[in-house]
């Protein structure tokens, strides 16, 4: 069984930051992609970022592009997604995912002032 346990969302301003992680309690394979996907209130869930094994190839959405960072540390078995200049549009719970199989069961991320 893998768990996805992600931990960093809360409130925050528009304009202000947050760093979400998202830890595996392991993988099933040796090697891997993991991501980040968003769910807003009455809309579907979306792709946000994603991350190569390697850590030497990422993705991210248009609306994101500029503002957040997705980096792995493999050691851990740990994704991270760094938000920076946080819109209000940005509230959701983010999701993130091991290979687009296994999902963790997100973290709410409100940006209001």
């Known amino acids: 069984q893998v768990q996805l346990v992600e931990s960093g969302g809360g409130l925050v301003q528009p304009g202000g930051s947050l760093r979400l992680s998202c830890a595996a309690s392991?993988?099933?394979?040796?090697?891997?992609?993991m991501g980040w996907y968003r769910q807003a209130p009455g809309k579907e869930r979306e792709f946000v970022a994603t991350v190569s094994w390697s850590g030497g190839n990422t993705y991210y959405a248009d609306s994101v592009k500029g503002r957040f960072t997705i980096s792995r540390d493999n050691a851990k078995n740990t994704v991270y997604l760094q938000m920076n200049s946080l819109k209000p549009e940005d509230t959701a719970v983010y999701y993130c995912?091991?290979?687009?199989?296994?999902w963790g069961q997100g973290t709410q991320v409100t940006v209001s002032s």
């Open positions: 995912t091991l290979n687009g199989g296994y």
């Open positions: 392991r993988s099933p394979f040796s090697i891997n992609t």
